[in-house]
């Protein structure tokens, strides 16, 4: 890969992974209501789910998700319920507090399974690859994104949650860690609606 696409590669990953969207908003989430330690699964989980999706969509899925309505709607809208799902139990959660001993954060897989049903994450890989794969080297170029997406994303997601959890010291008492996540779930909520308007 020539080293000006690389460096477009890398700016691209960089804002991509670092503007808020709906993995940031539950990565600071969990950091909030789990600490930083407890959410690195999470924090590996989109890095890696990410990157192995760009890798996937990069060799095989593009032109079939590009060719197919019914396939971009479908997960259009599954994504669209599972983040209503998602920002639902957010805005409801009760902090470190009150933890019933069912809440827990995401672990690996939860986090990467979720990459799969994210609109965005889908919105992006289709212009990521379509801009950054080259057909003469598919796998290597291919890789070479999703090693540019991994170290993007485990800074991002880090840095999100690290936030996330220097929020939490801040938030003196249950009521106020009850209203952070529910301005949080909002958050969530309003990228649904985004989705959904586009």
Partial sequence: MPIETLIALTGFAIIASFTPGPNNALI?????????????PHILGIAFGYAFMIFVVG???GQVFQQSLLLREALRWLGIILLIYVA????????LSQADGRARPF??????GFQWVNPKGWAMAIAITSQFIDPAAPI???LTVAFIFIC???ASASLWAWLGSHIATRLSGPE???WFNRLLGLLVFAFVFILLLT
């Fill in 176 to 178: 106020r860690t009850i």
């Fill in 28 to 40: 600071a989430a969990s950091g909030v209501n789990f600490g930083y330690r407890r959410s690195l």
């Fill in 88 to 95: 639902y139990k957010i805005a409801t959660a009760g902090g």
């Fill in 152 to 154: 993007a994303g485990i």
């Fill in 140 to 142: 290597e170029s291919s």
């Fill in 59 to 61: 060799l095989f899925l």
């Fill in 107 to 112: 672990r690996f897989y939860e986090a990467a």
